[in-house]
T-cell receptor, first 113, second 109 residues
Framework: DADVTQTPRNRITKTGKRIMLECSQTKGHDRMYWYRQDPGLGLRLIYY???????NKGEISDGYSVSRQAQAKFSLSLESAIPNQTALYFC????????????FGSGTRLTVV | SQKIEQNSEALNIQEGKTATLTCNYT??????LQWYRQDPGRGPVFLLLIRENEKEKRKERLKVTFDTTLKQSLFHITASQPADSATYLCALGDDKIIFGKGTRLHILP
């Protein structure tokens, strides 16, 4: 099994629908992150969490919310999806030290029509 | 604002040669700099981390340098192979990192 698992892998949804992307990890890491990737714009941070009781906004949090249900689970919600939220979404984890690399999931390709 | 610049043009290198990728940054004094590899449709994979007090770091055929005066990191792949073809991302930060847009590397057989 993958260390960081994202579901679903692909999703097509309609404008205005609520959708949840899920992320679970077996690394035992405290820190979890959600990024989106768009062609030409690179990876941009949406939200991050350093433990179950800690949630922080990233640079592009508008239109998104998150829930840290447990150390191993961090979900991202789009309350009312819009077409410009079409992107590749990645979840990542990191051990407590800032001097360790991130472990990324395989991504969720979301299309909003 | 903090900015990371990587060459947006693809880099074509002949197999067996050394590939060198550049990462420049502004308005930032990071304690760490990281390099990742990303294949199409896949998540980035961590390669190397270098600290501000380290000038150079090596891992197998990979070498990273970090010049905090020039605000630049160089990433080298020696004896390059077609399997090294991918996009390489530079990343900076402490508690949360920001990524450059990446440079696509093509190793030509």
């Amino acid at each position: 099994d993958a260390d960081v698992t994202q579901t679903p892998r692909n999703r097509i949804t309609k404008t205005g629908k609520r959708i949840m992307l899920e992320c679970s990890q077996t690394k035992g890491h405290d820190r979890m992150y959600w990024y989106r990737q768009d062609p030409g714009l690179g990876l941009r941070l949406i939200y991050y969490s350093f433990d179950v009781k800690d949630i922080n906004k990233g640079e592009i949090s508008d239109g998104y919310s998150v829930s840290r249900q447990a150390q191993a689970k961090f979900s991202l919600s789009l309350e009312s999806a819009i077409p410009n939220q079409t992107a590749l979404y990645f979840c990542a984890t990191q051990s407590g030290g800032a001097d360790y690399g991130y472990t990324f999931g395989s991504g969720t390709r979301l299309t909003v029509v | 604002s903090q900015k990371i610049e990587q060459n947006s043009e693809a880099l074509n290198i002949q197999e067996g040669k050394t590939a060198t990728l550049t990462c420049n940054y502004t308005n930032y004094s990071p304690a760490y700099l990281q390099w990742y590899r990303q294949d199409p449709g896949r998540g980035p994979v961590f390669l190397l981390l270098i600290r501000e007090n380290e000038k150079e770091k090596r891992k197998e055929r990979l070498k990273v340098t970090f010049d905090t005066t020039l605000k630049q990191s160089l990433f080298h792949i020696t004896a390059s192979q077609p399997a090294d073809s991918a996009t390489y991302l530079c990343a900076l930060g402490d508690d949360k990192i920001i990524f450059g847009k990446g440079t696509r590397l093509h190793i030509l057989p």
